[in-house]
């Protein structure tokens, strides 16, 4: 009673709020572990008209063009075609990287282009996972500290973490390789780890740019088969970039990008499902 926020400080509410958020988190996750919670109706992504040019001097270079795409929530979506249609451009908008030159952008109910540069920061970090082609793990970070850094800048308490990264770390087969750093795993085994830290926070969408693109097949394969699971077991909204159409086949749905825009939406001819 009476304790302002003013009278607490800014490091009291600091703390509250990493408190509030690590609580959102542990409640989203549990909700996640069922499947619940994440499995809301409406899209969680829509494009309206999007085009993006990236200015070069005085040149530039239009990489989408007038993109219309709804991904409803609980999707597995590909996003196909050849070296520089745009995947990359796409998925950058979709994950709140880069906004575009014009049209819209939504994202679990809100206009990205009306956040300001902290909600976009909170978005990313607790509703948005991402994998990338070179794993982008931090090198002086074991394989347990890159997953267990999300939590940790959201402010989960140290125990919560722990508990959760092993979990993590086992569900993608690597709680052998914990204390590994980057440098000391194989590339399939460097892409789980990315995997599990992307997914650490139960995100709502979760984005992979070619994430089998350093891979061999079989490894290439392992990782399709935990987004799979990823998307089975928590109803996750999952979004992959790729030029391979055999990678394209674990999605549900199969975006056609050609020079900018959406050539084709279609279902696999041979789903892995
Ligand atoms: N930061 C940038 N500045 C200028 N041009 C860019 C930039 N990023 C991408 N482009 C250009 O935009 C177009 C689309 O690039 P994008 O990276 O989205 O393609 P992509 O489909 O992901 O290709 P890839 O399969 O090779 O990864 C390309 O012509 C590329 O050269
Ligand atoms: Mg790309």
Known sequence: MG???????????????????????????????????????????????????????????????????????????????????????????????????????????????????????????????????????????????NVALPLLLNGLPAPEVRVRVDRQLEQVGLGHRATHWPHELSGGEMQRVAIARAVITAPALLLADEPTGNLDTQAGEEVMQLLRAQHAGRGQTIVVATHSPDVARWARHIVHLRDGAIAGIEEPRAPLA
């Open 3 to 145: 304790r302002t926020a003013n009278a607490r400080g800014a490091a009291g509410v600091a703390e509250e709020d990493a408190a509030r958020q690590a609580r959102a988190i542990v409640r989203r996750a549990e909700a996640g572990e069922t499947g619940q919670g994440l499995r809301h109706g409406g899209p969680v992504v829509r494009l309206t008209r999007v085009t993006k040019r990236y200015r070069m001097g005085a040149q530039s270079v239009t990489a989408l063009r007038g993109v219309n795409l709804e991904i409803p929530a609980g999707d597995f979506l590909a996003v196909v075609g050849p070296s520089g249609c745009g995947k990359s451009t796409l998925l950058n908008l979709i994950g709140a990287i880069d906004l575009p030159t014009d049209g819209e952008v939504w994202v679990d109910g809100r206009d990205l282009a009306r956040l300001s540069d902290r909600e976009l920061t909170a978005l990313r970090r607790e509703r948005i996972g991402i994998v990338y082609q070179f794993f982008n793990l931090l090198p002086h970070l074991s394989a347990w500290e």
